[in-house]
């Protein structure tokens, strides 16, 4: 039976995660935590085996890939990116003028349908997120470095996109592993947000 | 600040009829061997770990784990967290079901979720059954609970909605997985629910099968 397992992995810390800026699609650098998170994923993911490696083009997510599985072939590619905020992206809360203030609010109101301009909704996010799924093969064993949205979008996708009211949502911290599989008829949601390795005095690990 | 309630979702460890896949509903079937070592594992884990109350499915399994995991606990047993009763289908291997039984189960399984399993439970009353427990908490603190993968499942779908109900053998739907001895955590208050981690079973690396 056909079975793809797919590993998905958000990236490391960044200059805009720790100054609290609205990151999207803009492209950040990791921070030195960010590498020192990647390099703690390595012996994790050196245990398994990948039938192909992917990741999204932006910088923090490609250099966490490399940094968490050296050697391997990675496949970029865009359609892993951010969530998009458009105009709203690369400031802080206390940096939106009026106008961004009230564009924001806006769509914080109804964010499965609205987009700040030149941004995407969370349907477009789940849309774009969805037509990156549909080329995977149908089975083996995947890994792909992406965003903390990209989680949220396939869950998203995975639930039918029912849950488009946000009184719940799932945390993704940086470098957590989010684990699916495919069936022929069904999905599996397996983990999310395991990010076992950042454990301060992790004695139990192997 | 809203009051803020972290909850744990641990599930059991091994048992016997988990290993040889048999239907284990709310049968009580003790840990194993290795359900043993796993929950020794999770002790070694989380074991100095601080938590408001501790709380555990009254199934033997369930209150193992918790034991071996938290020894100096006052546990507080609670019927509301066993595993759903699947009826006449407990001690059967899934595989030896024959076909025309196995539709009448995967009405359960898809839905609609009143139709309750030949002796047992539907999905609805398991919902309702966790639902009540989750009322039961406190509003903020720290809790633990030792539980069972379809009742951990239900919990987080409380919040995720279940599948859209389809019909036998049609694609569609999802679900959770839970291992044995597995780590969930929710971050809930009154208007939003954050679900934290599903499904960590890391400890469970270090051990030999």
Known sequence: MDTLELWLIRHGETTHNFENRIQGQFDSELTDLGVAQAKKLAPRLKRQSFDAVYSSDLKRAHNTAKLALPGATIMLDKRLREISFGVLENKTQAELNEAEKVTYEHVKADRFNRAPPEGESWFDHVKRTESWLAELPKRGRIAAFAHGGCVRALVLSILEHHPQNYEWNIQAQNTSINKFVFKSKTKLILSLNDAAHLEEGATWRA | ?209
């Open chain 2, 1 to 209: 600040m809203e009051n803020m309630l972290e909850l744990w979702l641990v599930r059991h460890g091994e048992t016997d009829w988990n290993r040889r896949g048999l239907i284990q509903g709310d049968s009580d079937i003790p840990l194993n061997g290795l359900g043993i070592r796993q929950a020794q594992a999770l002790e070694k884990r989380i074991g100095d770990e601080v938590f408001d109350a501790v709380y555990a499915s009254d199934l033997l399994r369930a209150q193992k784990t918790a034991q071996i995991t938290f020894p100096e606990a006052d546990i507080i047993f609670d019927a509301r967290l066993r595993e759903i009763n699947l009826g006449d289908f407990e001690g059967r291997v899934w595989a030896d079901i024959p076909e025309g039984e196995r539709s009448q189960i995967a009405v359960w399984l898809m839905g609609p979720y009143d139709q309750k399993v030949p002796g047992g439970e539907s999905s609805d009353d398991l919902q309702v059954r966790v639902s009540s427990w989750l009322k039961s908490l406190p509003e903020k603190g720290r809790v633990i609970a030792f539980a069972h993968g379809g009742t951990i499942a239900a919990i987080l779908q409380v919040f995720t909605g279940r599948p859209q109900p389809r019909g036998w053998d049609e694609p569609g739907g999802w679900g959770f997985r839970l291992k044995n001895t597995s780590i969930s955590k929710l971050h809930m208050s009154e208007t939003f629910t954050s679900l934290e981690v599903v499904n960590d079973a890391v400890h469970l690396e270090m051990i030999e099968d």
